[in-house]
């Protein structure tokens, strides 16, 4: 089975178990926040980006999220040109509480990304998607894990880990990180639950 047709699969699945009549477990976890941190992306090639990230959630509908993200960085690494990228993300999510203290998710994002540097401009768009769990594995922290597969001019496909440490009902510490083959990417910064 091809990787697309996984990932459709399991987005299928996502979406029949979000229509199905099933009881909803306990509360369960907030899909309303925002998170702002910082990102660093580990090039294999060298080339090492920091950024200012903003990723937000609105959970509109008992098993349903609206998803939007922008990201604005820069790297050095190129001798004589400095990069600066800018990333717009927007789309959907799906997400169904399997058990009390676990939810599963699929999600459909667009992605625009512009890279402007002293020599050149390059624009790249193209879907995200995306499928995973989230575990409340203590009172306070809850752990992740997904697949994400951006389908731009460069195909790549990440293993995701993160943790989600809340301090108070409306502000909590998250870190995640995502491997892929050719980059990795490391992010750390706060959630605010609205």
Do not use: C
């Amino acid at each position: 089975m091809t990787l697309q047709k996984t990932l459709a699969t399991v987005l299928a699945a996502s979406l029949a178990l979000a229509l199905s009549p099933a009881v909803m477990a306990a509360k369960g976890f907030s899909y309303s926040y925002a998170d702002v941190g910082y990102q660093f992306t580990d090039g294999d090639n060298g080339i090492d980006i920091n950024s200012g990230r903003v990723d937000a959630s609105f959970g509109i509908f008992r098993y349903m999220a609206l998803r939007a993200g922008f990201l604005r960085g820069n790297t050095d690494d190129i001798p004589g040109d400095n990069q600066d990228r800018t990333e717009f993300r927007f789309g959907g999510q799906l997400h169904y509480p399997v058990m009390k203290k676990l939810d599963v998710f699929g999600e459909v994002l667009a992605l625009n990304s512009y890279i402007n540097s002293n020599s050149s401009t390059n624009v790249d768009t193209g879907p995200i998607y995306a499928a995973g769990v989230r575990f409340q594995a203590l009172k306070k922290l809850e752990l992740d894990a997904g697949y994400k597969y951006v389908a731009a001019d460069v195909d790549n496909d990440f293993g995701t880990v993160g943790a989600v440490f809340k301090f108070t009902r409306a502000f909590s510490a998250t870190a995640n990180a995502s491997f892929g083959g050719d980059i990795n990417e490391y992010f750390g910064g706060i959630r605010l639950n609205f």
